[in-house]
């Protein structure tokens, strides 16, 4: 535990994770909270050594949440768009009933080579089927029938909306969407940033609001959390 508080402790300011809490804060969330094991430690430690792209991995907390919130839903069949190195399909998984599936779309073979090491060291790898390829393409072959009950969105900001289309239309009556970094280390509310990540979550999170189809809950944990359901 130690060690994960350091790390977090060094992140620099522009980091995503949890940029509104003092670190004495961070420190006693992360302390009383369940802690990482093993296998999510050697990942966290593997993923540090890319350098700046680290950031892109979710802190352990949402860990947990993912987990837990995976575990009350009960997925038959769950999504993740952007899956990095694997952290959040690794607590995705763990949370998922015993015959059911996680499709992770990304597009680096790289990043993800080191996930399904981790998945297969977790004992996880069977309930994960990886595609390779354009997000949104392995999303419009899906059946129309085939539906999905949770879905943890964390990729290229610009597609959020599309990505969050695509994945409504499949939703199933009960199932949930999580979106990560819905607040952007701040950046939303700060008049003065204008660019085109901050330009196209400011829109998301819009247009979102004003969907009627949907409740949505924006919540403070990492960079910010949307967790949204279909509203009917």
């Known amino acids: ?23 004495e804060i961070l420190e006693y969330i992360f302390t009383n909270s369940t802690e990482t094991d093993r296998i999510q ?13 680290s950031r892109m991995q979710i802190s352990p907390d949402q860990g947990n949440f993912l987990t837990m919130l995976v575990k009350a839903a009960a997925p038959n069949f769950a999504v993740e768009v952007g899956t990095f190195t694997g952290f959040s399909a690794l607590a995705i998984a763990r949370g998922l009933p015993e015959n059911a599936t996680l499709l992770c779309c990304d ?29 949104l393409d392995t999303l419009k072959k899906l059946p129309d029938e085939k539906q999905i009950d949770f879905a943890f969105i964390d990729a290229d900001k610009g597609n959020y909306k599309k990505y969050y289309e695509a994945i ?22 700060d008049a003065r940033v204008n660019d ?27 960079d910010g959390v949307s967790v949204i359901q279909r509203s009917n």
């Open 41 to 53: 430690r050697s990942l966290m430690d593997e993923t540090t050594t890319l350098g700046a792209v």
């Open 107 to 135: 597009i680096s073979k790289t990043w993800t080579d080191i996930a399904k090491r981790y998945w297969e060291q977790a004992g996880v790898d069977t309930k994960i089927d990886l595609v390779l390829a354009p997000a």
């Open 1 to 23: 535990m130690k060690k994960i508080l350091r790390f977090f402790r060094n992140r620099k300011e522009n980091d995503h994770r949890s940029f509104f809490l003092d670190p």
């Open 168 to 189: 409504l239309n499949r939703l199933s009556e009960n199932g949930l969407i999580v979106v990560d970094n819905v607040l952007w280390s701040g950046r939303v509310v």
């Open 196 to 222: 085109e990540d901050t330009a196209a979550i400011r829109e998301f999170n819009e247009y979102v609001k004003n969907d009627d189809r949907v409740l949505c809950a924006m919540l403070s944990i990492g």
